[in-house]
Each structure stands twice: as C-alpha cells, then as structure tokens.
C-alpha cells in the first residue's frame, strides 16, 4: 500500500498467560519487532470458562428397562393424566361428604339452640303470667322468626288438685333437612 512499511520478522516474549479478571479473559503475549526499535504488540485471548455441555442425567436399572420397552421419559402420558385425575377424584370424594354433613349438622344445631330458647321463653311467660292464662294454645307463629309454637296441658298429678299443671311447649320450624320440633315439659303451679 502507500505509505506502508514491511513488518520484519517477529518473535514472541513472555508466553505465561496474565488474567484479565474484568473480563473473564486469559491474555497472552506481545511480540517484539525487530528492526528499527518498532514494537508491535498483538493480544491474543480466549474465554477462561468455556460454555458447559449439559450432563446427561444419570439412567437407573428401571429407567433403561422402562427405555427399552419404548417409554417416553419427557411427560404424562394421556392415559397416566386421566387416572391421577380419578384417583384424586375417589380420594377427595369422602372429604367433600363430611364437610357436606358438617355445615347441615351445624345448620340443625343451630335451629335446635333457637328453638330451645323460644320454648324456655314462652315458658317463662307463662309462669310470670296470672295461673288462670295457662291454658293450651294452638300452633302460633312466633315474630320476626320462622317459628311456631304450641301449648298442651297435660293432666294435673292430683285429679282433685287444680292447683297445678303439667305444661308442654312445642316448638317447631323447617331447615334443610326436613321439619324439626323441639318439646319442652314443666310444672306450673298457682303461687
């Protein structure tokens, strides 16, 4: 080319590679020129961490038969997927049932406790009222609830005596499992 000189023979110095930890590189080396006190300095590099090859996973004595037979080892088949699905379905089956009988035992429960405290209370008001109003009563809705309720009288414990009264209170309402009825029996006598 124009202007260019030719390059003299060269030779290499320092051949230990020096790490450059900046970038993960070993460098080495630099040539002197000969000739006119030129010095030429050429760097070669190469990555200190070649790129790894991925192992291969280690194969047991029932995974090479399992290979030999054909099976595919990447995923589920199908047919595996579908019976994971039914055995989780006939596990849970018995769980769902109990949690069902649950909520409908507390929801009866619940009534029940209701149920007592109204009778508890028509027979407290009752015994505060004069002895003549314990009379019997037919079935009667109880307000601002979904209850009704009715009054017997049983027969007095002395047939001469009409001085007290066997009182029986009923108290009855409608929840998911059906018609229930709470009883309640007591004394009441004159005072």
Known sequence: GHGAR??????????APALDRTRGRATAAAVESGGKGVTLVVTMTRLLHAP????????G???NR?????????????IEALMTMVLIAIAFAPILAMFNTGILSQSSSRGVTDATHQAQAIIEELR????SSVAARPWTAVAGTSFEYQVTIGPP????SDTIREVTVAVRW???QGP????????IAEH
């Open 6 to 15: 030719p390059v003299a023979p060269c030779r290499l110095w320092g051949s």
């Open 52 to 59: 790894k090859r991925a192992r291969a996973p280690r194969r």
């Open 61 to 63: 004595p029932a995974l």
């Open 66 to 78: 399992l290979r030999a037979l054909g099976a595919d080892e990447r995923g589920f088949t199908l």
């Open 128 to 131: 505060s009222g004069p002895f």
């Open 157 to 160: 414990p002395d047939p001469t």
């Open 174 to 176: 409608v929840d998911k």
């Open 180 to 187: 229930e009825v709470v009883q309640m029996t007591t004394w």
